[in-house]
């Protein structure tokens, strides 16, 4: 048996690094005969292969993962919007990645902060570790929109001002990447592949545009991989998600994933309060005092009350 890590997923081939070399590879049948609730195998797994003749590889095991980065997979719906329940389905983004960036624009499309916010839960849920990337940052001066960025560093989530055409910013962005397994994630048209390029120029990744009558944009990732950074680690350019579901978590569970929320729900009066309606809600008068932010406490509420998909429009 040959270890390797999987770089690349696509239409049932994988590509595996191994010590001798990448070598693509298919799924064991009998792997594939296991209940299919989640992806068997994507990239940042490592796995188990066995070589064949023709020099292409088998996989035969897959190793437990650690963390991942996942979703909810997109479709599914009925007729008024209701979910069948065997089409209840995990989407692994990238398993056991040290480290998520989550790349938003600061203009061209505009910043989605609901978005943001589902990432960061996303994240939060895996414990692992994020950042943000304000990218298109040449786009923007400084003083002339508000920041949407602002709230975050406040909280534990470091915010990198990035311009992938400029330059700025892409230094701090590679070290902060080094030796790490790291993915970037986000929206389609926010410059995720420019920015791989501007961290590994020899790569010439196809680069997308924002449709000017919707705003959003396009996709030029369609697959996912693992490209491997000058000096050790890897940085995974992933497909724009334009519909966000959360996959295993409940809306109880959620004050556990707002980080700002997290320490104050002991001191709420009802050891059930939703932060909507309650008296003597810690959390709401945390709000009003400006110690929460009021979009995040939004956030908070849609996520709970399952009224908000966040949906930027048609998934791929």
């Known amino acids: 048996m040959i270890e390797g890590l999987v770089v690349k997923a696509q239409s049932g081939f994988f590509t595996v690094h191994t010590g001798q070399g990448d070598i693509v590879c298919h799924l064991r049948g009998r792997l594939k005969q296991q209940r299919r609730t989640t992806d068997l195998a994507t990239i940042g797994d490592h796995v188990l292969i066995e070589l064949q003749a023709d020099g292409t590889g088998m996989i035969e095991h897959v190793a437990p993962r650690a963390r991942a980065l996942t979703r909810r997979a997109p479709g599914g719906f009925g007729r008024r919007g209701h979910r069948a329940a065997e089409s209840e389905r995990e989407q692994v983004i990238i398993a056991n990645p040290d480290l998520a960036v989550?790349?938003?624009a600061c203009a061209q499309p505009d910043p989605h902060p609901r978005a943001l916010d589902r990432y960061l839960v996303m994240a939060e849920a895996q414990s692992l570790r994020a950042v943000i990337v304000a990218n298109k940052?040449?786009?923007v001066v400084a003083g002339q929109a508000p920041d949407v960025f602002a709230?975050?560093?406040?909280?534990?989530?470091?915010v990198?001002?990035?311009s992938a055409r400029t330059g700025e910013g892409v230094a701090e962005?590679?070290?902060?990447l080094q030796g790490k397994i790291a993915v970037l994630a986000g929206p389609s048209g926010?410059?995720?592949s420019s920015l791989v390029n501007a961290l590994e120029p020899g790569l010439k990744l196809q680069a997308g545009s924002v449709s000017e009558q919707t705003t959003k944009g396009r996709h030029t990732t369609v697959?996912?991989?693992l490209h491997a950074l000058t000096g050790g680690g890897y940085i995974a350019d992933t497909p724009g998600m334009r519909a966000l579901e959360l996959f295993d978590i409940e809306p109880d569970e959620l004050d556990a994933y707002f980080v700002e929320i997290r320490p104050l729900v002991s001191g709420c009066a009802f050891s059930d309060c939703t932060h909507e309606h309650e008296p003597g809600c810690a959390v709401r008068a945390a709000v009003?005092?400006?110690r929460v932010s009021r979009s995040r406490y939004e956030s908070y509420l849609r996520l709970r009350r399952g009224d908000d998909r966040t949906s930027l429009g048609p998934d791929a």
């Open 288 to 290: 009003e005092t400006g």
């Open 173 to 176: 962005l590679r070290a902060t």
């Open 190 to 192: 926010v410059g995720k």
């Open 137 to 139: 940052a040449d786009l």
């Open 151 to 158: 709230a975050y560093p406040p909280l534990g989530y470091p």
């Open 160 to 162: 990198i001002r990035v």
């Open 102 to 104: 989550f790349v938003f």
């Open 223 to 225: 697959y996912r991989q």
